[in-house]
């Protein structure tokens, strides 16, 4: 590996509440157009559930020069219309190469790939079982089958959708649509999914397997997503995500996809990119202790920013700006706002500290990559957004957040997230001249 060769991000493929597209969206934080409504689902016609979250409109896939070949032929294998997630991140994936300049149509292209999602086609999964297991029972045959009859009638017609299920399956999906045939994976380490493809990215670019690499991410939210969330305290029923504040109760869900290019720097400069920032490195580290609750009291999350403060060959005094992971639970956030005081003090006056998901919601698996893109469109329109719902900042987090939208040059800002299972996480971005 070479580790001094240099990895920039060359394109951006945001899609979400705010808009579609790096112009529109970064537009639409400006805006503060968060597009919170009211998510609400029916059982056999009459309502079941109905929750807050922050939605995208005016999609349509059609806009976003799809493979249509590629895309019949995933119809056709999954025998029914792919689920909007992965819609959204093929978009997301379409929108950073356009915003790249580079070309994938030929089968030479040396672009690698590297895709992250909690649970693409999961729940789809969960559904068809689930009714096929209802209507099966409640038919006319279903009190006299066998346990054997039950489980062989269930298998037919569902095997292909658990198959599906599998992760390697959007890869392949997705690598077919947009002709990649380099080294790829698929990383699924929860909320901080998008921190680890960073990484992951960067290093098949260094070790020489790509020249770039596109990550991708997304996110579509479901009713049974929600309940479990609900059901575990963590969800705010009245819409608002409120991180470091006294009335702090939960986070909602945002629908996204995301989309970054990650590219060797001597290959960016040969073809003229625009270039919106370097990666500097991560830093990585599994508390390995709980699932739902991160261990209070804990060093693992301050020692996942120094590690990535190390890779970067960076002090801590550089870091201009940090967006932690921000979820609005008072357990979580105590936790983040100890490593945060733990690496820069208490209440520093740097880094500066906002946070996003009150803008875009959580994505869940794709949250650290929608944010890591808003942080670089942040230092590219040298424009720090401030934390919206920060009414009543709690004093026991030692931390203040931005207030107001702050228009001023950001050299290196840091990515933070502290994910379900202890994946805590941490990179840094710098400022490219």
Known sequence: MDNNKRVVVTG????ASPGIGKDAFWQGLLDKNTGLSMKKYDMDGAPWEEFYAHVIKGFDYRKFDLDETALTYIREWKEEEPPVDLYYMMAAISLAFEDSGLDYRSDDNNIGMVLTHENMNLIPFMQKIT???FDTLMGETGASLTRKQFYETIYRHCLKSGYDAQSFMTLFHV???????????????ACASG???????AQMIKCGQSSAVVVAASDYTEV????????????????KTRPFCTDSNGFVFGDAGIGIMLEDLEHAEKRGSNIYAEYMGGGFSLEGWKVTTPQIGSDSYSEAMMKALKQGNMDKGEIDLICPHGVGSQAIDYYESKAITDVFGVDPEKPLVTTYKPYVGHNLGGSALLEAAILLLSIKNKTVLPALNYQNPDPKYKLSLVKEKLDIEIDTAMKMCCAFAGYNSAVVFKRFE
């Open 195 to 201: 921190l680890y493809a960073l990484e992951s990215a």
């Open 131 to 133: 009714e096929m297991s």
């Open 12 to 15: 951006i493929g945001p899609l």
């Open 175 to 189: 690598a077919k649509v947009f002709n990649i045939h380099d080294y790829s994976l698929f990383i699924n380490n």
């Open 224 to 239: 049974y997503k929600y309940l479990w969330f609900r059901d575990i305290g963590l969800y705010s029923e009245d819409g």
